[in-house]
């Protein structure tokens, strides 16, 4: 019975979006019509499932509900299992999450909400932005109300704000798919190029010649990090390279 079963509690980063919008008496950025749209057909088209995996993930839809049925969703795809109405529904029961999720009529009535799946990757990039905007407000307001604590360190309420920004756009970075045939060409040119360049090289000149010798440049996708103490300069060291 769905009266017995259990669900998961509401993600923090939820509550704080409830709190957010308590506080400043608005409602967060969202839009739950196109959510529901949008998970209708996942469950009818696997091919939508495909065209918006890359753009949504749970903590992109407002409703708690959509969050309970999207990653129901996700776990079938992930499986290589059928995603339509049945499965969903029998996937969610099974982790005692259709409760939460609104029940099997409210999953049921998603999929009526579709007329064409024809637009989905527009709709789920909607989506997607009102959740960036709801995330937004929250570090903001999370700065906001440490900056008027005097126990806070202003550099660590600096680190605290840029690494809160860099997760934002860290986790809604859109992925492209390349073919093998062009990752290889590309390569090619890459190593030609370096080959080419007669003071090392290879990446992006940080323009400290000592710091160029050893790393041969800034290159493509290696991850940098800038480590010292608050207030030893790591931001004007990143911002003259």
Do not use: C
Not at 58 to 85: G, M, N, R, W
């Amino acid at each position: 019975m769905e009266s017995n079963e259990t669900s998961r509690k509401p993600s923090a980063r939820a509550k704080i979006g409830t709190l957010i919008s308590n506080e400043i008496g608005r409602i967060p950025p969202q839009s739950v019509d196109l959510e529901q749209v949008v998970l209708g057909a996942m469950m009818l088209e696997r091919n939508a499932v495909n065209e918006t995996i890359d753009i949504l993930h749970e903590a992109s839809f407002y409703d708690p509900k959509h969050q309970y049925i999207f990653k129901a969703i996700l776990d079938l795809f992930a499986a290589t299992s059928p995603v339509d109405l049945v499965t969903v529904t029998e996937r969610l029961a099974k982790n005692g999450e259709l409760a939460a999720a609104g029940g099997a009529g409210y999953v049921s009535q998603l999929t009526n909400r579709v007329a064409s799946s024809a637009h989905i990757q527009y709709h789920a990039r909607i989506i997607s932005e009102r959740y960036i905007k709801r995330e937004l407000i929250r570090i903001s307001s999370e700065i906001i109300r440490d900056a008027y604590d005097d126990t806070k360190d202003v550099f660590d309420l600096l680190n605290q704000a840029e690494s809160g920004l860099f997760q934002i756009a860290e986790n809604n970075m859109t992925k492209q798919v390349n073919t093998m045939s062009k990752v290889v060409k590309d390569a090619i040119e890459e190593i030609e190029k370096a080959r080419s360049n007669s003071d090392g090289v290879s990446g992006i000149p940080s323009g400290f010649v000592e710091l160029d010798k050893i790393t041969s440049g800034w290159q493509r996708s290696d991850m940098i990090v800038i480590a010292a103490r608050p207030g030893m300069g790591k931001t004007a060291f990143v911002l003259s390279t």
